[in-house]
């Protein structure tokens, strides 16, 4: 049951934020309203108290903040790609992530592993060249901005690379989940911290914006 | 800014508080390569959503690396689920550095 609300919810939240971004100027605000709501929504629910969600916020704040850059980047990733480029470049996270786990949790990956991910590599390679095809020359790998193809090219690697990067800092810093153990309140309390900690990032993006330190340079 | 648009910009602020809770449980309820699979389908969900919604159709040669992208990540969630469920799951090449 909670595995089909996922998908549903994953894809209206992919949906929405894809339609968000044609028409919103930044998004790091509405990011901030989005986390921290989340997180006072969870810590009610579960009744965790803020003690709990400032001490996980400040513990897991480097995991938030690779969080929040992996959210940003996807969203600016919207505002340059169709979905199904996403899609394509977002299976590449696994190839990216098997020599960050090399280095940095010791793991060598399992030459098992290598055709599926050749698979994949080939896949994204005919996807992209089909796209380059295209009659307008830019097709749908760009699809929201032909004007700048090698802006989106960047958006999308640097969401992928820092997807991974994310993951990477999420697998060390609670193991498995099994590892983790505790009931719903536990990991209810987890989310809300890092919640918490994502929503005061994205805060400080915005207000930085604000004050035109920001790059505005994937702006459309 | 249209009321549609306002609406949607509100509409994301539960959906985003629903999908938190929801992975949190869903992610206990099941395997990692459970989980990385049903990612895999909301993917493919979104991107023919997506299409059904009014976004350009990819060109042959596209969706045929479309299907291959799919179908190699969910390959690659298969053999990593099996290494994992096996005794070599886990083999350190070095010790962790923290």
Known sequence: MSAAAYCALSVLVSLLNAHVVTFLPSVTLLLAVQAASTCLALALASRVSPREVCVGAVREFPLACMCSAALWTRLEANRHASQSTILVARHLVPLVILPMERVVLGRRASAELAAPLVAVAAGAFAFANGGREAEDGAGVVFAAAVSSPRRGRVVLAAHVFVTAAQLVMTKRSVGSGRERGGGRRRRAAYAAGVNAAMALVFLAASILRENSAFPSRFLP | ?98
């Not at chain 2, 549609?4 to 395997?31: D, F, K």
């Open chain 2, 1 to 98: 800014m249209t009321s549609a648009r306002r609406w949607t910009i509100l509409a994301t602020i539960p959906a985003s508080i629903a999908i938190v809770r929801v992975q949190t449980e869903t992610q206990a309820a099941t395997s990692a390569a459970g989980f990385a699979a049903l990612n895999n389908a909301a993917k493919a969900f979104s991107v023919l959503v997506a299409f059904a919604v009014g976004e350009k159709a990819p060109t042959s040669a596209s969706l045929a690396g479309l299907v291959a992208t799919f179908a190699g990540g969910l390959w690659y969630v298969r053999v990593s689920a099996r290494l994992k469920a096996g005794p070599e799951a886990s083999r350190p090449g070095k010790t962790k550095r923290s």
